[in-house]
């Protein structure tokens, strides 16, 4: 039940963009968006409901095509603050947790 | 203004020895949870509470309890601890069990079973 991430890692320039995706082989309600820095605790980012609405938040945006049970987190101009791990964390109808993923380790260097 | 607040922050155990994580929040939420956090593995749900009085098993329940002692604190109890159980403990909360409901999680325990 738990989804799968992609990619695994990622190293970017100050500047550039990514897209990490999320996808579960389950019906899913909705999906969370968390990132963790080495040695905190996770932070909420966003979440998306079914509808495939794209919420935004700041330079952080993601989408969800619930007929492919995917997500996607897009980060654009990235700065050093990114870097951490995204892990989305997905959840099915009448489910009352999350599943969440292994996680991406997103490096921003200048 | 303190959210979640786990208790310890750090442990060592031998094998066998028996230890309860604490964790209590102060935003007044329904839901709380035990994750526990190894190296390429993600967030793995051990137990949850969706609201006071009831709890309810996770991914990953063996070996471990939990007592949900009122709508602030919940905790979580090792039993006989073994190093199988080395990890880093996270509480989490949320308003309800819902999907809209964001999780709110702690600075975790880091526990070592030698």
């Known amino acids: 039940q738990q989804p799968v991430q992609s990619p695994q890692a990622v190293i970017l320039r100050e500047g550039e963009d990514a897209v990490i995706n999320c996808s579960s082989s389950k019906a899913l309600y909705s999906v969370h968006w968390y990132r963790q820095k080495h040695g905190e605790a996770p932070v909420f980012l966003m979440i998306?409901?079914?509808?495939?609405e794209q919420k935004g938040h700041e330079k952080i945006s993601a989408s969800f095509n619930e007929k492919k049970q995917q997500s996607s987190l897009y980060l654009t101009a990235s700065q050093l603050s990114y870097s951490g791990t995204y892990f989305c964390g997905t959840e099915r109808a009448g489910a009352n947790n999350l599943f969440f993923g292994t996680g991406t380790r997103l490096t921003v260097i200048p | 203004n303190a959210g979640v607040t786990q208790t310890p922050k750090f442990q060592v155990l031998k094998t066998g020895q028996s230890m309860t994580l604490q964790c209590a929040q102060d935003?007044?939420?329904?839901?709380m949870y035990w994750y526990r956090q190894d190296p390429g593995m993600g967030l793995r749900l051990i137990y949850y509470s969706a609201s006071e009085g009831t709890t309810d098993k996770g991914e990953v329940p063996n070996g471990y309890n939990v007592s949900r002692l009122n709508k602030r604190e919940f905790s979580l109890r090792l039993e006989s601890a073994a190093p199988s159980q080395t990890s880093v403990y996270f509480c989490?909360?949320?308003?309800?069990?819902?999907?809209?409901?964001?999780?709110?999680f702690g600075d975790g325990t880091r526990l070592s079973i030698l």
């Open positions: 989490a909360s949320s308003g309800a069990a819902y999907s809209n409901q964001p999780q709110h």
């Open positions: 935003m007044n939420h329904n839901s």
């Open positions: 998306l409901l079914k509808g495939g």
